[in-house]
Protein backbone atom coordinates (compact mmCIF):
# COMPACT_ATOMS: atom_id res chain seq x y z
CA UNK A 1 0.00 0.00 0.00
CA UNK A 2 3.05 2.69 0.82
CA UNK A 3 4.26 1.72 -2.71
CA UNK A 4 1.32 2.65 -4.36
CA UNK A 5 0.56 5.44 -2.17
CA UNK A 6 4.34 6.68 -3.55
CA UNK A 7 3.84 6.15 -7.20
CA UNK A 8 -0.15 7.29 -7.55
CA UNK A 9 1.42 10.57 -5.39
CA UNK A 10 4.16 10.94 -7.87
CA UNK A 11 1.90 10.50 -11.03
CA UNK A 12 -1.33 12.19 -10.11
CA UNK A 13 -2.30 11.61 -13.69
CA UNK A 14 -2.74 8.06 -12.52
CA UNK A 15 -6.58 7.32 -11.46
CA UNK A 16 -7.03 3.69 -11.51
CA UNK A 17 -5.35 -0.03 -10.49
CA UNK A 18 -6.44 -3.00 -12.07
CA UNK A 19 -5.68 -5.73 -9.76
CA UNK A 20 -5.87 -9.36 -9.15
CA UNK A 21 -8.11 -11.33 -7.23
CA UNK A 22 -5.94 -11.51 -4.40
CA UNK A 23 -6.03 -7.66 -3.74
CA UNK A 24 -9.90 -7.90 -3.00
CA UNK A 25 -10.00 -8.20 1.00
CA UNK A 26 -11.46 -5.33 2.97
CA UNK A 27 -7.86 -4.92 4.24
CA UNK A 28 -6.62 -3.73 1.59
CA UNK A 29 -8.99 -1.45 -0.06
CA UNK A 30 -9.66 0.73 3.77
CA UNK A 31 -5.67 0.85 3.68
CA UNK A 32 -5.50 1.99 0.27
CA UNK A 33 -8.46 4.36 0.67
CA UNK A 34 -6.05 5.75 3.68
CA UNK A 35 -3.11 6.73 1.51
CA UNK A 36 -4.94 7.04 -2.11
CA UNK A 37 -8.30 8.49 -1.68
CA UNK A 38 -9.13 9.12 -5.46
CA UNK A 39 -7.69 6.13 -7.09
CA UNK A 40 -10.69 3.63 -8.32
CA UNK A 41 -9.68 0.14 -7.95
CA UNK A 42 -11.23 -2.84 -10.01
CA UNK A 43 -10.31 -6.26 -9.65
CA UNK A 44 -10.26 -8.88 -12.46
CA UNK A 45 -11.45 -11.52 -11.27
CA UNK A 46 -10.41 -14.85 -13.57
CA UNK A 47 -13.26 -17.41 -14.22
CA UNK A 48 -12.92 -21.06 -13.67
CA UNK A 49 -15.86 -21.80 -15.64
CA UNK A 50 -13.63 -25.05 -17.63
CA UNK A 51 -14.08 -23.18 -20.89
CA UNK A 52 -11.60 -20.42 -22.01
CA UNK A 53 -14.16 -16.78 -21.88
CA UNK A 54 -12.30 -13.10 -22.49
CA UNK A 55 -12.41 -10.95 -19.63
CA UNK A 56 -11.86 -7.66 -19.98
CA UNK A 57 -8.66 -5.86 -18.45
CA UNK A 58 -7.53 -9.66 -17.35
CA UNK A 59 -4.85 -9.66 -19.94
CA UNK A 60 -3.19 -6.85 -18.31
CA UNK A 61 -2.68 -8.40 -15.02
CA UNK A 62 -1.57 -12.10 -16.93
CA UNK A 63 0.53 -9.75 -19.24
CA UNK A 64 2.73 -8.56 -16.11
CA UNK A 65 2.94 -11.39 -14.78
CA UNK A 66 4.30 -13.31 -17.59
CA UNK A 67 6.98 -10.22 -17.99
CA UNK A 68 7.77 -10.90 -14.59
CA UNK A 69 7.92 -14.48 -14.80
CA UNK A 70 10.94 -14.35 -17.45
CA UNK A 71 13.31 -13.92 -14.36
CA UNK A 72 14.81 -17.25 -13.58
CA UNK A 73 14.60 -16.41 -9.93
CA UNK A 74 11.01 -15.33 -9.91
CA UNK A 75 9.80 -18.17 -12.28
CA UNK A 76 9.46 -20.46 -9.05
CA UNK A 77 9.34 -19.73 -5.12
CA UNK A 78 12.84 -20.55 -4.19
CA UNK A 79 12.92 -17.98 -1.46
CA UNK A 80 12.15 -18.49 2.07
CA UNK A 81 11.83 -15.21 3.08
CA UNK A 82 9.14 -12.41 2.00
CA UNK A 83 12.15 -9.26 1.66
CA UNK A 84 13.87 -11.61 -0.39
CA UNK A 85 10.81 -12.33 -2.80
CA UNK A 86 9.79 -8.41 -2.69
CA UNK A 87 13.40 -7.55 -3.87
CA UNK A 88 13.75 -10.09 -6.60
CA UNK A 89 10.36 -8.60 -7.72
CA UNK A 90 11.59 -5.09 -7.29
CA UNK A 91 14.64 -6.06 -9.47
CA UNK A 92 12.12 -8.13 -12.32
CA UNK A 93 10.50 -4.74 -12.76
CA UNK A 94 13.25 -2.37 -12.90
CA UNK A 95 14.69 -4.55 -15.37
CA UNK A 96 11.52 -5.05 -17.39
CA UNK A 97 11.17 -0.74 -17.20
CA UNK A 98 14.81 -0.19 -18.05
CA UNK A 99 14.71 -2.33 -21.24
CA UNK A 100 11.59 -0.56 -22.40
CA UNK A 101 12.97 2.66 -21.52
CA UNK A 102 16.62 2.36 -23.54
CA UNK A 103 15.20 0.01 -26.61
CA UNK A 104 15.82 2.19 -29.66
CA UNK A 105 12.50 3.93 -31.40
CA UNK A 106 12.48 3.66 -34.82
Not at 14 to 27: I, R, V
Amino acid sequence: VLLMGALFGRYPSLLKLYADSGYQGPKFQEELKKVCRKINVEIVKRTDAGKFVVLPRRWVVERTIGWLNRCRRLAKDWECLNQNALAFLRWASIRSMLRRLCQERI
